[in-house]
């Protein structure tokens, strides 16, 4: 964190600031959408499923939908993020550009096997727990509804938790490429593209710790983020059905 600080600044926390808010808005809207509707769709079945089944093939299906919508949101952040004090992309445009220019098309999607692999998964977990909990903790005499924000909270440990291999490899898939050695300052390693296999050369390289590499920093940001996120749509759902039973 400090060397972070001491070399590029305060600015440094931002990078890739800009890509990551459109990918939190879209995904979002596209995410929320899609598991209202697949569960709705699940809910109308002649033998119903079982209520944690229906919410983690729910969860798991909007979590493929939403990240391969956004994955080009996704991949530039990961992108701006890994770049050092020489910046390899000025702008949002220019990393558009450059990277259309060398890697085509496809370089928008580099790793998008392995987003798709982990988010099936983790949003699956994510909201079969959420659901579990949400009834159980709406019970308990929390402030604010907070009972929402504290289900998503451990629903996100949980499932960040449960997928973390898959996350870090999708993250080093995203910065392969013509350019790779101008991010981290050169220190990623060139990796062949398969999931087993970037997963069985960390393994190699780093032990098996090093499928966990970065865990803590991912559980205190996505912890937060998911609490913040089950509130305010529970809370605007909420909002949005009184007013429409007031018409």
């Known amino acids: 964190m400090f060397c972070s600080y001491s070399v590029l600044s305060l600015k440094g926390f931002w990078r890739g600031n800009i890509p990551a808010e459109l990918l939190y808005i879209t995904y979002g809207s596209v995410q929320f959408s899609t598991y209202r509707l697949t569960a709705s769709?699940?809910?109308?079945?002649?033998?119903?499923?079982?209520?944690?089944?229906?919410?983690?093939?729910?969860?798991?299906?909007?979590?493929?939908?939403?990240?391969?919508?956004?994955?080009?949101?996704?991949?530039?952040?990961?992108?701006?993020?890994?770049?050092?004090?020489?910046?390899?992309?000025?702008?949002?445009?220019?990393?558009?550009?450059?990277?259309?220019?060398?890697?085509?098309?496809?370089?928008?999607?580099?790793g998008l096997a392995a987003g798709v692999a982990q988010i099936v998964p983790y949003m699956g977990l994510f909201f079969s727990t959420y659901e579990t909990l949400r009834p159980l903790l709406a019970q308990a005499v929390l402030p604010f509804g907070s009972g929402d924000a504290t289900a998503g909270m451990l629903a996100s440990v949980i499932a960040k938790t449960g997928v973390f291999p898959l996350d870090l490899i999708r993250?080093?898939?995203?910065?392969?490429?013509?350019?790779?050695?101008?991010?981290?300052?050169?220190?990623?390693?060139?990796?062949?593209?398969?999931?087993?296999?970037?997963?069985?050369?960390?393994?190699?390289?780093?032990?098996?710790r090093g499928l966990y590499r970065g865990l803590?920093?991912?559980?205190?940001?996505?912890?937060?983020?998911?609490?913040?996120?089950?509130?305010?749509y529970e809370t605007t759902m909420k909002t949005l059905r009184e007013w429409d039973i007031g018409r």
């Open 41 to 110: 769709i699940l809910s109308d079945l002649p033998q119903p499923l079982p209520s944690t089944v229906s919410n983690f093939v729910s969860g798991g299906f909007a979590g493929a939908v939403a990240t391969t919508a956004t994955y080009p949101f996704d991949l530039l952040r990961t992108r701006f993020a890994a770049q050092g004090s020489a910046k390899m992309y000025s702008s949002l445009f220019s990393s558009i550009h450059t990277i259309y220019c060398s890697e085509g098309l496809p370089g928008f999607f580099q």
């Open 171 to 208: 993250k080093r898939l995203q910065v392969q490429g013509p350019t790779r050695e101008r991010f981290a300052g050169g220190t990623v390693p060139l990796y062949t593209k398969g999931i087993c296999r970037v997963g069985r050369k960390i393994i190699e390289n780093e032990g098996w």
């Open 216 to 232: 803590g920093v991912g559980l205190v940001k996505a912890a937060p983020a998911s609490a913040v996120t089950m509130w305010t």
